[in-house]
T-cell receptor
Framework: AQSVTQLGSHVSVSEGALVLLRCNYSSSVPPYLFWYVQYPNQGLQLLLKYTTGATLVKGINGFEAEFKKSETSFHLTKPSAHMSDAAEFFCAVSVRGNNRLAFGKGNQVVVIP | DADVTQTPRNRITKTGKRIMLECSQTKGHDRMYWYRQDPGLGLRLIYYSFDVKDINKGEISDGYSVSRQAQAKFSLSLESAIPNQTALYFC??????????????FGEGSRLTVL
């Protein structure tokens, strides 16, 4: 079964600094990969996804992620953190034909002024 | 109004009580899901339904049951609540036309505390 690993439950980043959240996946077939964001007291919303094609995917609010098959990774980045980026971020994976979307354990991002 | 609405948003109950969490959606999606969120554990799938007559267990279905009353309504029941079912519960929907490459749309969550 497919799965994702997110290391570091809490991530602190200074305002204006690079945001980097790591996600590694495990799948024996080509995966679909997602990043979801959960702002305080809200449900999750899709940030970006990779299905096929271009491996560098751009999402909302200046975030992007790159699918690297050789590294089984889908790391999320944003060049310059903003206070509004304080949220919990979840990586998720699914594959064609498998009725499952498996979520990672999440990264709680704290932005330091 | 939200596209995916969950009620109640907050509930405190006692061990052994029956609890129902309700979800309704106006997105016209055929697929609906119930997830549970616990700190440090991410989201785990409890049940999912691909249409009114289709109900499937997820990874942690024990102690839960569901009912898909209509395409737009999907409820989650705890027949006899226990403290380790204290969690934040999310309903989500998706469109079968997008398959598993598609986006899930989440409600705002129902926070359940079992004393």
């Amino acid at each position: 079964a497919q799965s994702v690993t997110q290391l570091g439950s809490h991530v602190s980043v200074s305002e204006g600094a690079l945001v980097l959240l790591r996600c590694n996946y495990s799948s024996s077939v080509p995966p679909y990969l997602f990043w979801y964001v959960q702002y305080p007291n809200q449900g999750l919303q899709l940030l970006l996804k990779y299905t096929t094609g271009a491996t560098l995917v751009k999402g909302i609010n200046g975030f992007e992620a790159e699918f690297k098959k050789s590294e089984t990774s889908f790391h999320l980045t944003k060049p310059s953190a903003h206070m509004s980026d304080a949220a919990e971020f979840f990586c998720a994976v699914s594959v064609r034909g498998n009725n499952r979307l498996a979520f990672g354990k999440g990264n709680q991002v704290v932005v330091i002024p | 109004d939200a596209d995916v609405t969950q009620t109640p948003r907050n509930r405190i109950t006692k061990t052994g009580k029956r609890i129902m969490l309700e979800c309704s959606q106006t997105k016209g999606h055929d697929r609906m899901y119930w997830y549970r969120q616990d700190p440090g554990l991410g989201l785990r799938l409890i049940y999912y339904s691909f249409d009114v007559k289709d109900i499937n267990k997820g990874e942690i279905s024990d102690g839960y049951s569901v009912s898909r009353q209509a395409q737009a309504k999907f409820s989650l029941s705890l027949e006899s609540a226990i403290p380790n079912q204290t969690a934040l519960y999310f309903c989500a929907t998706s469109d079968s036309g997008t398959g598993w490459a598609g986006e899930l749309f989440f409600g705002e969550g129902s926070r359940l505390t079992v004393l």
